[in-house]
T-cell receptor, first 119, second 109 residues
Framework: GAVVSQHPSRVICKSGTSVKIECRSL??????MFWYRQFPKQSLMLMAT?????????EQGVEKDKFLINHASLTLSTLTVTSAHPEDSSFYIC???????????????FGPGTRLTVL | KNEVEQSPQNLTAQEGEFITINCSYS?????LHWLQQHPGGGIVSLFM???GKKKHGRLIATINIQEKHSSLHITASHPRDSAVYIC???????????FGKGTHLIIQP
C-alpha cells in the first residue's frame, strides 16, 4: 500500500521558536496533502489543504501566518509552526491523496504523526 | 458542516466477542473512512466506503447512504484489536475529512 512518512516523529522546543514538520509520500505522487491537528482526548481537526504548486487553503480559525504550509513538490509538503507557544502543543498528522494514478482518488493515506511539545 | 457521531464512545469486551461500532453523519458525503489509531498516535486507514460493504480479514464495514449511517464490525475480537476506531467523512464539495470523536475499544483476554 501507499506509504506516507513524517519527520520528525517527536519534537520539543522552547516557546518562540519555529518548528518545521515534513510530510512525504514515498511511493506515489500526492497532488493534495492535508494537515490535521489532534489535541489530547479530542478528535482530529483539519487545519489546511495543501495543493502542489499553489497556496494552501486554511480552515476557519487556523492562522495562515502562524502555520506556514509549503507543497513545493508532488512528494513533499511542509508545515512550519512559527513562534510556537505552549498552546500549539499537539499531535500533527498529515495525509496525502494520490494525484490520479493507480490508487483510488478518494483514498487518503496518513503519516505516523508528529508530537509537538512547546515548553 | 457535517456532524459525525460515533457510538459507543468506550467499549470493553472479552476476547472472541463480536464488536460493532456505529457512525452517523448529518450531510451527504462522497466517501466514509474507518481509521484505527493506536496509543502512540499513528493512524491506519482500515476502509474507505462510498456504498455497500467491504471486508478485510476479521473486519467488516458497511454503509447505508440513505440513512447516513455506517458500521464497523470486528469478528472474533482479539486483544491486539484494542485501539481507538475513528469514523471520518468526506463531503461532496470538501476535500479534507471531518472526524468523529472515536470509539475507544479494549479487548480483554
Amino acid at each position: 500500500g501507499a506509504v506516507v512518512s513524517q519527520h520528525p516523529s517527536r519534537v520539543i522546543c522552547k516557546s518562540g521558536t519555529s518548528v518545521k514538520i515534513e510530510c512525504r509520500s514515498l511511493d506515489f505522487q500526492a497532488t493534495t496533502m492535508f494537515w490535521y491537528r489532534q489535541f489530547p482526548k479530542q478528535s482530529l481537526m483539519l487545519m489546511a489543504t495543501s495543493n502542489e504548486g499553489s497556496k494552501a487553503t486554511y480552515e476557519q480559525g487556523v492562522e495562515k501566518d502562524k502555520f506556514l504550509i509549503n507543497h513545493a513538490s508532488l512528494t513533499l509538503s511542509t508545515l512550519t509552526v512559527t513562534s510556537a507557544h505552549p498552546e500549539d502543543s499537539s499531535f500533527y498528522i498529515c495525509s496525502a491523496r494520490d494525484g490520479g494514478g493507480a490508487l483510488s482518488y478518494n483514498e487518503q493515506f496518513f503519516g505516523p504523526g508528529t508530537r509537538l511539545t512547546v515548553l | 458542516k457535517n456532524e459525525v457521531e460515533q457510538s459507543p464512545q468506550n467499549l470493553t469486551a472479552q476476547e472472541g466477542e463480536f464488536i460493532t461500532i456505529n457512525c452517523s453523519y448529518s450531510v451527504g458525503i462522497s466517501a466514509l473512512h474507518w481509521l484505527q489509531q493506536h496509543p502512540g498516535g499513528g493512524i491506519v486507514s482500515l476502509f474507505m466506503l462510498s456504498s455497500g460493504k467491504k471486508k478485510h480479514g476479521r473486519l467488516i464495514a458497511t454503509i447505508n447512504i440513505q440513512e447516513k449511517h455506517s458500521s464497523l464490525h470486528i469478528t472474533a475480537s482479539h486483544p491486539r484489536d484494542s485501539a481507538v476506531y475513528i469514523c471520518a467523512v468526506r463531503g461532496g464539495g470538501a476535500d479534507g475529512l471531518t472526524f468523529g470523536k472515536g470509539t475507544h475499544l479494549i479487548i480483554q483476554p
